[in-house]
């Protein structure tokens, strides 16, 4: 049986994106992440393009959206 996720929100900051995973791993939502890009430089790693997208499951959806929404805004 497949699980159906939905999109829930792109992230394109690293710690906003680490904070949002924890809140999801604590309260113990099913939730999968889909890399969009990841570029960095050699020379200067912290100046690079990041994105990660947020689909979770259909049930833990209305879950989720409370406790994510304090950091999306």
């Not at 992230?11 to 939730?31: P, T």
């Not at 790693?45 to 989720?64: N, R, T, V, W």
């Amino acid at each position: 049986m497949e699980k159906n996720y939905f999109f829930h929100s792109s992230c394109f900051d690293k710690d906003l994106f680490q904070k949002q995973l924890i809140i999801l791993n604590d309260h113990g939502i099913d939730y999968k992440i889909v890399n969009v890009k990841t570029k960095s430089q050699f020379r200067a790693p912290l100046d690079g393009y990041f994105e990660a997208e947020i689909h979770i499951l259909e049930s833990d959806f209305a879950k989720a959206e409370k406790f994510l929404s304090i950091w999306i805004e």
